[in-house]
């Protein structure tokens, strides 16, 4: 019989960390919102998805609202970024409902983006990875997503860690864990714990981690705790979440949508 123990995130081997972001970056991008070399970027982050056969990038609707502002949405592989000029994109957004006592900004904040035939063909040959919604869709996955305890990671493109000189721009995987899970209006959120006081290596605003995943993972780990490995990468690090929203820097926080806004309730609008 499978024992669950705790164990604390910092206290993951590195090994295991490095297994599972090298997974996650198979579907996880940074992204640009530009108009041309010349004008200033907007950082932002989303997932390579397939929903109902449909292959796009799952972000967060404010993401879409500002790309729609621009020209182009530069797709960031390594140096050389896959440009897709946005006039070619077409999306699917909920509408906004209402606001939340715990939120600061107008929800639900999901969106998926269709990327046009030739995109999808470039980052498939450079080897992304399109993550399968569909394939994910049953009860015992879902019964996984929405347990709040276990091991956790944030997606993004900070914008204090951008260099536009040697036109560096990093993507951001950060272990983690959920302070708080909650409903409201037929959508869930997550609350992501950030403890920027204990880890001052990271960076203290998190604009450009909109529109990132919020990933789960499920992990063994033998008797002595010595060896830990993630059994079937493709099954145990799963997409749980988008990120949309930073609390005040006083008690950061990154706000996110949950497992059932992305499996059930963006699902039906697609």
């Known amino acids: 019989m499978n024992e669950t123990v705790e164990i604390y995130i910092r206290d993951l081997p590195e090994q295991l960390t490095q297994d599972v972001?090298?997974?996650?970056?198979?579907?996880?991008v940074t992204m640009l919102i530009t108009d041309n070399e010349d004008t200033p970027v907007i950082?932002?982050?989303?997932?390579?998805?397939?929903?109902?056969?449909?292959?796009?990038?799952?972000?967060a609707r404010h993401v879409w609202e500002e790309m729609k502002n621009h020209k182009n949405l530069l797709i960031m592989l390594g140096k050389v970024p896959h440009i897709v000029e946005v006039d070619v994109?077409?999306?699917?957004?909920?509408?906004?409902?209402?606001?939340?006592e715990k939120i600061s900004?107008?929800?639900p904040d999901l969106a998926f983006i269709l990327l046009p035939e030739p995109s999808i063909s470039h980052l498939e040959a450079i080897s992304?990875?399109?993550?399968s919604i569909d394939k994910r869709l049953n009860k015992e996955n879902m019964e996984f997503f929405?347990?709040?305890?276990?091991?956790?990671?944030l997606f993004g493109t900070p914008e204090e860690w951008i260099d536009y000189q040697k036109q560096s721009v990093p993507s951001f995987i950060y272990s983690t864990y959920i302070?708080?899970?909650?409903?409201?209006?037929?959508?869930?959120?997550?609350?992501m714990g950030i403890n920027l006081d204990e880890n001052p290596e990271i960076p203290k605003?998190?604009?450009g981690v909109s529109g990132g995943g919020i990933w789960k993972i499920k992990f063994f780990a033998d008797v002595d705790k010595t060896n830990f490995a993630v059994e079937n990468p493709i099954e145990d690090i799963a997409l749980v979440g988008v990120n949309f929203n930073q609390t005040d820097l006083k008690v950061r926080q990154i706000i996110g949508h949950g497992p059932e806004s992305i499996y059930k309730v963006l699902y039906s609008f697609i």
């Open 21 to 28: 972001n090298t997974h996650i970056r198979l579907f996880a």
């Open 43 to 59: 950082p932002c982050a989303g997932t390579l998805s397939t929903i109902k056969e449909h292959k796009g990038i799952l972000t």
């Open 89 to 100: 994109l077409n999306s699917v957004v909920p509408p906004i409902q209402s606001r939340n």
């Open 105 to 107: 900004t107008d929800i």
């Open 128 to 131: 992304k990875a399109f993550y």
């Open 146 to 153: 929405k347990n709040k305890l276990g091991y956790f990671t």
């Open 179 to 191: 302070s708080e899970y909650f409903e409201h209006e037929g959508w869930d959120y997550q609350i």
């Open 205 to 207: 605003n998190f604009c």
